[in-house]
């Protein structure tokens, strides 16, 4: 299937952002929601950045503290033996390689704007930042919904209590409401659809079960879009395949005469993320027409496969001009790039996909 990626990627890297923090560096500009405002391209930026030091003998774990805002560094030592440090974004216990006690950086959210989709400037201050205790290790992965004139924005929000789901809405991307946690830990990677569907709102979500099950998508509904219930498995993990490891949603459902294209990620052994596709029917998103075999993106070009997290590239919103989908995606966990693919393509290629969940 032809991808046609944008000559200027990426768009945005960590040089484009500047610090917010004094003593940090931003280490991550990525995996952005995205938004169509006023005859602009808004991408909401999950920027990373961590406490600078001079010393590799130990590592720094920023956590911000809301009611008092006010910033903590805390100091772990490699030579600590209660602590593992493989992973660079993660301090883990050594005895529980599932858990983790501190991250490596903190994430907030800033916007960057284009007339092109191509070139971006990018806000000094945040949107988006930690504002209540949910938050304190930082909020990542946005997504936006537009409604009407209301745009919904909700993305993980991490502290030692786990990672739920926060919403907020807005509609000038001046100010925002919150309200609150919408699906509580341990969930992430929820996408609401664009409209009602026989009177319910629609939402994905992965929850990150620890004692049986596998990290699969599921399906929510609502009559609100606080208050979600009904929940039900939608798609499973594939073992042997290049979603063997865990799958999630990633842009906001596109409606098509053939049904609700999602696009969704997928990670191998190994820990390598692809995009791929699946087709949901319009009258019952409960319904998985079908499902690609292959991914329709995968890390190829040297920004995908080489950064602070490689071999990655993971969407969090995309616009649809017509039949032209521009995916914004992330990637290895460090910048944002876009590639183009025809939405009949992606169809034609999901006929020759799979049904199975």
Known sequence: MPVYRYAENPLITPDDVKPYHRGFEVIGAFNAGVAEYKNETLLLLRVAERPKTSDPSVVLSPVYHPKEKRMEIRTFSRRDARFNFDDSRVIRPADQPQCFCGLTSLSYLRLARSKDGHHFTIDDQPFIYPFN????????????????????IYFSAVSPMGIGVNMVTTRDFKTYEDHGLIFAPENKDAVIFPEKIHGLYYALH???????GSPDIWLAESDNLNDWGNHRHLMSIRKGEWDSERIGAGAVPIKTEEGWLVIYHGMSAGSRYCLGAALLALDDPSDVLARSKAPILEPERDYEKDGFFGDVVFSCGAAADGKTLRLYYGVSDRSMACAELDVDDILQELKHGETMR
């Open 206 to 212: 992965r929850p990150a079960l620890k004692s049986v």
């Open 133 to 152: 205790d949910y938050q304190i290790f930082g909020i990542e992965d946005p997504r936006i919904t537009r409604i009407g004139t209301v745009y919904y």
